[in-house]
């Protein structure tokens, strides 16, 4: 059995939901069970998830009516050791190993989450120019080790949704303690991949015992093509060309695909990106 389970979020995307949904079955030796959580504003979008779901039978598509309930159900129904969080905007471009990530985990408690969008080679924030400074490495050979709680930008954020690989049961205890303190309090929130990003990291930060270490690979595995924004909760910096959503759906139905084979060719400085590679070549590029 594989020992990794994955949920993407996604909106409005399905032709960047499509690239990533291919570049995970070919930069993962064992591809994850994989559901996308999904939502979709118009009909014709709606239509192009029908379509992803006729060209990905291995996934399970759900569409999005409660997040909090849909989140919680699916994770307690996890049964393996691993999971991974994804959103439609990411590419993989370089090889996953999960069985080395696995056995960090496994070997390291005080790791929180192998980190599959860092590396050596991010060193710039998405938001400006400015270099970011990488933190004081535990080890750098074979894999990055790091506290991620005096780290700058990227290497100072515990809990991310673009890729990183966490215990189930932590992420678990994470997820189930925030739905108890939002019962129990208005002002908490997570019933959103925003909010849960920013309540999950308010809580590592405050709660005890928490592991407090990162790992990663020496070279990152994935980049976030930042070309549009889907959600109102916050303010996206977008890196390239702006795509609208109608647009990239039109392309997709006219046989537009995500080129991941220019992804692996190109170098990458930064997690986020401008760099909106598409190709007319087939399906199974």
């Not at 005080?110 to 938001?127: A, E, K, M, W």
């Not at 002002?187 to 809580?203: G, I, M, T």
């Not at 759906?249 to 930064?270: C, I, P």
Request: glycine share 4%; proline share 6%.
């Amino acid at each position: 059995m594989n020992g990794l389970t994955a949920l993407c979020f996604s909106k409005d995307r399905p032709l960047q939901l499509d690239g990533y949904l291919r570049s995970v079955h070919r930069w993962f030796a064992h591809p994850p069970e994989i559901t996308v959580l999904y939502t979709s504003t118009d009909s014709e979008i709606r239509d192009g998830y029908e379509e992803l779901k006729r060209e990905h039978p291995e996934v399970h598509f759900l569409p999005e009516q409660d997040f909090a309930l849909q989140v919680l159900q699916w994770l307690d129904a996890v049964q393996t050791p691993l999971v991974l969080f994804g959103c439609d905007d990411v590419v993989y471009y370089q090889p996953v190993n999960v069985n080395v990530a696995g056995q960090v985990l496994r070997e390291h408690p005080d790791v929180l989450g192998f980190s599959l969008r860092l590396g050596l080679n991010i060193c710039h924030t998405h938001t400006r120019d400015d270099p970011i400074p990488p933190p004081a490495f535990i080890t750098q050979e074979p894999i990055l080790r790091w506290r991620w709680a005096n780290a700058a930008s990227d290497w100072g954020y515990p809990f991310e949704l673009n890729g990183t690989l966490y215990r189930v049961e932590r992420v678990r205890s994470i997820l189930h303690l925030l739905e108890k303190l939002r019962q129990g309090d208005s002002r908490v929130e997570w019933r959103h991949p925003n909010f849960l990003e920013s309540s999950a990291n308010h809580l590592l930060r405050f709660a005890a015992q928490v592991p407090q270490e990162l790992a990663a690979f020496p070279r990152s595995c994935l980049v976030v093509p930042t070309i549009n924004q889907v959600q109102t909760i916050a303010w996206n910096h977008i890196m390239g060309e702006h795509r609208s959503v109608r647009e990239l759906e039109t392309l997709r139905r006219n046989g537009t695909r995500m080129n991941l084979d220019a992804y692996t060719a190109t170098s990458f400085n930064r997690i986020h990106v401008g760099e909106f590679f598409i190709t007319q070549q087939s399906v199974g590029l």
